[in-house]
C-alpha cells in the first residue's frame, strides 16, 4: 500500500511538472524574477547591499583559500619522524597570531555586514513621505488578494493577483496573511516583506519606470509554494487612474444571461464578479479577470486553452490548491469559460 500510495504522489508530481511545461506563460517571460536589476530607489539600496555582501564573501573566501593552500605545500619545519621516536605536542611559535589577525579580519568584515545591512532595512522600513492611497495584500495558499483603498468608500475595489501601481508615486502596502506564513517579494522594487498570520506589516513601493514586474512568494508555505507568483504593472498616473475608475464598474451583461447563471450556480460560492450574484470570498475575485495577463497567481498565461484546463482539472495542475474540480460536461465547460471572457 506504501509502494502504491508513493507511485500516486509521484504521478501527481509528474502531472503537475507536464502541465506547467505545457501550459506554461509567456508572461512569465515577460517579467522574470529578476533580482540583480532594480526600478525604484528602495530596490536600489537592496541591490548594492547584494553586490556588496556578495564581493565581501567573494574576497573572504578568496582569502581562505589562498591560505589553506599556502599552509598545504609550505608546511614550514615540519620533520619526518623516525621510529620509536617521540615528538613533542606544544603551540608553534607564530601560529596564535595567524588565528588573532583571521579572527580580527574576518570580524571586522562582518560587523561592516551587519551595520550595512541594518541600515538598509532601516531605510526600507521608513515610511514613505505622501502616499496617496493603500494596497491591502492577504496572502491565500496559494494566491493573492488585493484590495485598493481609498478615503470614498465607493472608489474601494478588490482584484487579486496582478496589482497595479502608478509610476513615481509612493504606494503603501499593508500586508496581511490568511493562513500561514508569506512573504511579499517584488526584487526590482523592494525587498522582501512577511505576511504574518494575526499581524499586519507595511511596505512602500515606487517604481521608476512603467513596466511589468514579477513577484513571488520568497517564505516557503506548503506544496505550492513555488507557484505563488504575482505581477505589478506600473503605469502612468493618468493610465492608472483610467484603470482604477475601470475597476469600479461592473461587468457589462452577456448576451446570453443562462451563461451568467451557470457561472453563479458553478462558481459564485467562491469567486465574486461586481455586480451579480456571485460573491465568494474563498477563491479570487474574477470580476475583470480578462484584464488580467496570467491565471492561478501568475502560473498560466490568461488564454483560452490554459483557462479550459485550469477550470476542467486544478489538481493537474498546481496540486493541493483549494480550488476543486467542478465535474463539467465539454459544454458547460465551454458556456463558463464564454461568459470569463466578457470580463474585461
Not at 309 to 333: C, N, V, Y
Request: overall charge negative.
Amino acid at each position: 500500500m506504501r509502494q502504491d500510495a508513493n507511485s500516486s504522489v509521484k504521478v501527481a508530481w509528474l502531472s503537475a511538472l507536464l502541465a506547467t511545461l505545457m501550459f506554461a506563460s509567456p508572461a512569465r517571460a515577460d517579467a522574470p524574477l529578476n533580482y540583480l536589476t532594480s526600478h525604484s530607489d528602495r530596490a536600489d539600496a537592496v541591490l548594492h547591499l547584494t553586490w556588496g555582501v556578495m564581493g565581501i564573501s567573494v574576497v573572504v573566501m578568496a582569502a581562505i583559500g589562498v591560505l589553506l593552500t599556502v599552509s598545504i605545500w609550505r608546511r614550514p619545519g615540519l620533520a619526518e619522524p623516525q621510529p620509536g621516536m617521540r615528538l613533542a605536542v606544544g603551540p608553534r611559535e607564530g601560529g596564535l597570531s595567524w588565528l588573532w589577525i583571521g579572527v580580527g579580519v574576518s570580524g571586522l568584515a562582518l560587523l561592516a555586514t551587519v551595520v550595512w545591512t541594518v541600515d538598509v532595512l532601516a531605510g526600507l522600513a521608513e515610511p514613505a513621505e505622501g502616499a496617496p492611497f493603500t494596497i491591502e495584500v492577504t496572502g491565500h495558499q496559494w494566491w493573492w488578494h488585493v484590495r485598493y483603498l481609498s478615503d470614498d468608500p465607493s472608489r474601494i475595489f478588490t482584484t487579486a493577483n496582478e496589482i497595479h501601481i502608478p509610476t513615481g508615486v509612493p504606494v503603501r502596502f499593508k500586508l496581511a496573511s490568511g493562513d500561514v506564513i508569506h512573504s511579499f517579494w517584488v526584487p526590482a522594487l523592494s525587498g522582501k516583506t512577511d505576511l504574518i498570520p494575526g499581524q499586519t506589516n507595511e511596505l512602500w513601493l515606487e517604481a521608476r519606470d512603467a513596466g511589468t514586474y514579477r513577484g513571488q512568494c520568497a517564505e516557503y508555505c506548503g506544496i505550492e509554494h513555488a507557484r505563488m507568483g504575482l505581477i505589478v504593472v506600473a503605469q502612468s498616473p493618468a493610465a492608472f487612474r483610467t484603470w482604477w475608475d475601470h475597476q469600479l464598474q461592473s461587468p457589462a451583461p452577456p448576451p446570453d444571461a443562462s451563461a451568467m447563471q451557470s457561472f453563479d450556480m458553478r462558481c459564485g460560492s467562491c469567486h465574486a464578479v461586481r455586480g451579480t450574484a456571485a460573491s465568494g470570498v474563498l477563491g479570487p475575485d474574477l470580476s475583470h479577470l480578462m484584464q488580467r495577463k496570467t491565471i492561478a497567481a501568475g502560473l498560466l498565461a490568461n488564454t483560452e486553452r490554459n483557462r479550459l484546463h485550469w477550470i476542467d482539472d486544478p489538481q493537474a495542475i498546481k496540486p493541493g490548491s483549494l480550488m476543486p474540480a467542478p465535474e463539467l460536461t465539454p459544454h458547460e465547460l465551454a458556456v463558463i469559460d464564454g461568459y470569463l471572457e466578457t470580463l474585461r
